[in-house]
């Protein structure tokens, strides 16, 4: 296996922390977001969609989207198990997952690329331009805001984002909060919730990954 | 088990394709968006992010978001299987699901959200009012037709969607492509794979569900 990675993006990093959290060794390539390497002709032969993550299989086959790259994972390295153990358990990170990536991610990321000098013909990732729109900036925001009262609610009620225990969801909701410091919307301090259950993972060896 | 369903709506078309394809019944409510039943205060308590599909367990659990009803109900029901055997198929499933999702439906939805009269406020889907904002319709244009190419690439390769099985992937698609009507964008025309490949989902009998 090979991982595309970018030590600086916040997708891979997602994947890195589950690798950690496996205890898997996967040989890394660096892919510098920041030159344009994700938009040459090499990596776009990858991966079209020109993003990171990325997983290449020994067969050659490519995996993209962080979520489909962790469930390989999940299904070749079981333990410890961070896609859940019951339909249930299951069900519920698979919707946390897509919560935080649609409602967090995406949000956060509206508001960041359509304001930052450095993606002024950049506001989607992905093969083609796009002009920023001021107008999204706000919007972002506003999403990105109402994604943490949804996070801190759930984190009123549960110790871990899906319920009893630590799961991808976890990964992926830490990694939104620290992300949401680029747009300065940091949910640590008006967020109780959050801030415990942010202490708590941020305690966890593989979050230095 | 019951199932929160809005009939002219795209996304809970995906799990009642996925329900008829397992043979499954399942207790059905109907959810009036067109008279906004989903902002209703009963409906908030069921899911505060007020969208459909929603999967309510008997033991009251909620689950919301398309891929994560499908993946509760392939985990108690596993045949036939549509996420996939081996890790490799599972993941090829989750990735264009997911690619789906975030670069189909999403685009889609921008275009044709962000024009439609009856729309005017309510440009995203969610608990909150957004505005209009009219850049977003060709840029969710030329976001469905990027999309619908990457699709054509694969399907020239494929038989189906994530490749030589039909599954999820080939329903979130399939939908896709019907949802790329409302914005006048139908792929039927100009991408002969995706019209190959169309004809030969639309024969199944799961898809008048």
């Known amino acids: ?3 595309y990675d970018c030590s600086t ?14 205890e ?4 890394v390539v660096q ?41 390989y ?5 079981p333990l410890p198990p961070l896609l ?21 991610f995406l949000a ?8 930052t000098a450095g993606f002024q013909e950049r506001a989607l990732a992905g093969p083609e331009n796009y002009d920023q729109i001021p107008e999204l900036v706000e919007r972002g925001q506003r999403r990105a805001q109402r994604f943490f009262r949804t996070l801190d609610d759930q984190l009123a009620k549960n110790l871990y984002v899906a319920g009893d225990n630590f799961s991808m969801a976890d990964i992926s909701a830490f990694i939104a909060v620290d992300f949401s410091a680029w747009i300065k919307a940091s949910p640590l301090i008006d967020h ?15 979050l230095k990954a």
């Open 84 to 104: 859940g153990v019951t339909a249930r358990e299951k069900a519920l990170i698979a919707m946390w997952d897509h919560k935080i990536e649609v409602e967090g």
């Open 1 to 3: 296996m090979k991982f």
């Open 31 to 71: 892919v510098d977001l920041r030159n344009g390497e994700q938009l040459t002709e090499t990596f776009r032969r990858i991966n079209p969609q020109c993003e990171v993550p990325v997983l290449e299989l020994d067969d050659g086959t490519i995996i993209t989207e962080t979520i489909a790259i962790c469930r």
């Open 108 to 115: 956060i990321a509206e508001a960041f690329r359509n304001r």
């Open 192 to 206: 109780l919730h959050i801030k415990r259950w942010y202490e708590t993972v941020a305690a966890r060896p593989s």
């Open 9 to 22: 993006a916040p997708s891979p990093r997602r994947v890195r922390i589950f690798l950690a959290e496996k």
């Open 24 to 27: 898997l060794n996967v040989p």
């Open 73 to 77: 994972l999940e299904d070749i390295h």
